[in-house]
């Protein structure tokens, strides 16, 4: 399990340290990738892509920030592409991405907000709390990020 996971994230991030093209992407935009379920040798997705269709929707309501749809997002799911690459396909200087752990009662959810040009990790954090408390992960995750967002935001005026 753990040899695959760590295929799967050498595989997803590889190639993120200041890609070209980056630049031209709108400084305020962010594409929230969908999140890996790493559960029970990945068996069901159900639990990532709520996950990631509910943080999509939390941050579009940050009236200064551009998100990417669902959609385009998801075009990404399962597709060995690296971080670097679908941030300059969907045209965005941010990505956040992340995973998905459920052992019986327990959630790990683990998320981190890259700065593309740079390659810079902005953000990072993991959260561990009983299931029942999933709408509140993500209103945490919500959060965090957008507070990450803003601060680099301010530091690059």
Do not use: C
Not at 93 to 100: A, H, I, K, T
Not at 105 to 112: G, K, T, Y
Not at 147 to 154: F, H, I, V, Y
Request: glycine share 8%.
């Amino acid at each position: 399990m753990l040899l695959v996971y760590g295929v799967l994230m050498h595989t997803r991030f590889a190639g993120i340290v200041q890609l070209p093209g980056a630049e031209g992407a709108a400084e305020n935009s962010v594409a929230v990738l969908p999140f890996l379920d790493l559960t029970d040798g990945m068996a069901s997705d159900a639990l990532a892509d709520g996950m990631t269709r509910q943080l999509i929707g939390k941050l579009s309501k940050v009236a200064a920030l551009h998100v990417t749809s669902a959609t385009a997002a998801f075009s990404f799911k399962d597709k060995p592409s690296n971080v670097g690459e679908a941030a300059k396909r969907l045209g965005v200087s941010y990505v956040l991405d992340g995973n998905v752990r459920r052992a019986g009662a327990r959630l790990r959810v683990s998320a981190r907000l890259l700065r593309i040009a740079s390659g810079d990790v902005m953000w990072s954090e993991t959260y561990d709390r009983p299931l029942a408390d999933l709408l509140m992960v993500q209103d945490d995750i919500a959060g965090d990020v957008t507070k990450a967002l803003t601060e680099s935001l301010r530091g690059r005026q």
